[in-house]
């Protein structure tokens, strides 16, 4: 991934900022969606997969404030040399975190702190975490849609699967869209980039969510995670692609 390009497109964003029109809808002062999938299969192929997730938005006269968990799990049963059925983890990842946006005078404009740590078992990292702070501004939110931006430095904490630690300064970005396609689908688009000078770490969410009844939705995502820095045989870029069921408690 191009560090000069991450930067460029940061920059561009930020000088552009107060050229866009901004249009306020009523936001929910609490809003909470439990996310869950699961798999099973018997017979030729026997599987058992979950994954789950919790999201918090607050909305508060001075803070706005987002919380992020989200847990993977994948356990296969194979046929070993002997003929034997063995069972086999094949996925176990956890990742948490947490934004918080200070408003100034103008509530658009904000100040963050955010932190998040990884635990992704079958990565090229035991763990990951990030503290970071900066400049988040709300460009517009809106009925039809909404997009803000947080950039800023921060520090990164890895520890490689061969004990090799990977800490230093980085400088964080991210993006987040939302466009409503009909009265009951929504698209979603998250970005982030953690720019530092052994590791680049980037995540993205594509997903468009459709409500089935009520507080019930179905949600299909596409999740990218990239490194640039990795050991040998273990690949840079992780994707997971997902049906899962959505539910907004409040």
Known sequence: MNKQLIAFAMLSLCCAAPAFAQEKKEAKELEMDGEFGFIFTTGNTETTSASVGLNVKQELENWSNEYLIKGLYKRDTIESEMGEDIEQTSAQKFFASAQGNFKL???????FGFA?????????????????????QKLWDDEKSNFSYSVGPGYAF???????????????????????????????QNLSTEIGSDNTKSRSETAVTAQIAGGLSMKLSLKLDHNS?????????????AVTLVYTFF
């Open 105 to 111: 005078a103008n509530p658009s404009y904000r100040l």
């Open 116 to 136: 998040s740590y990884e635990d992704d078992r079958f990565s090229n990292f035991k763990y990951q975490a990030t503290l970071a702070a900066g400049w988040n």
């Open 158 to 188: 890895a520890e490689e699967q061969s004990g090799k630690s990977q800490n230093g300064i980085i400088v964080r970005g991210a993006l987040n869209y939302g466009l409503s396609l009909s009265e009951t689908a929504r698209f979603t």
């Open 229 to 241: 820095d990795v050991g040998e045989n273990v690949d840079k870029l992780d994707t997971e692609t």
